[in-house]
């Protein structure tokens, strides 16, 4: 997960979108990129069990942060999430399964919904849980759909 500046959007629980998945077990990592409102205390005071926490002083951009992220992460498979993504509870658990039906897949996504901060609906991306090598679909229509918030993308 990366964040700048995101106190507002921080709870106790935020790492809850992923650590609630159903049947998936899996760990944060969160990079701070150089927030400067209190980001850093409300981490710091977070339960650290399942969350690993990278600081940049300065921000360096998503990619940068992203990619410290994915070197920081111990597991086969990365997920992107932003400090304001709320997860379907199944999220994890589909795209895993699209990717155990097609061995051969580096990626799979998902699509999304916009909310306001009401949580009203803006706006919905429909894909079925589609598991691919990331070649074929970047020579397929060149994009990789859903946004990163609905890649899971193996590590290795």
Wanted: hydrophobic share 45%.
């Amino acid at each position: 997960m990366t964040l700048s500046s995101g106190a507002a959007w921080i709870s106790p629980d935020i790492g809850t979108p992923v650590l609630a998945q159903n049947g998936v077990d899996a760990d944060v990592v969160i990079v701070d990129e150089g927030s400067t409102d209190e980001t850093p205390e409300m981490l710091q005071r977070m339960p650290q069990d399942r969350l690993t926490l990278l600081r940049h002083e300065q921000a360096e951009g998503v990619s940068v942060a992203r990619n410290a992220g994915i070197a920081a992460a111990t597991g086969e498979w990365v997920a992107f999430v932003d400090d304001d993504d709320i997860w379907a509870p199944m999220k994890l658990r589909a795209q895993l399964a699209a990717i155990h039906d097609d061995p051969g897949a580096e990626w799979a996504c998902v699509g999304a919904v916009r909310v306001n901060e009401q949580l009203e609906l803006l706006g919905r991306q429909r894909y079925e849980a589609v598991a691919a090598t990331a070649a074929d679909s970047l020579l397929a229509c060149n994009v990789i759909p859903g946004g990163a918030s609905g890649v899971l993308a193996r590590t290795g």
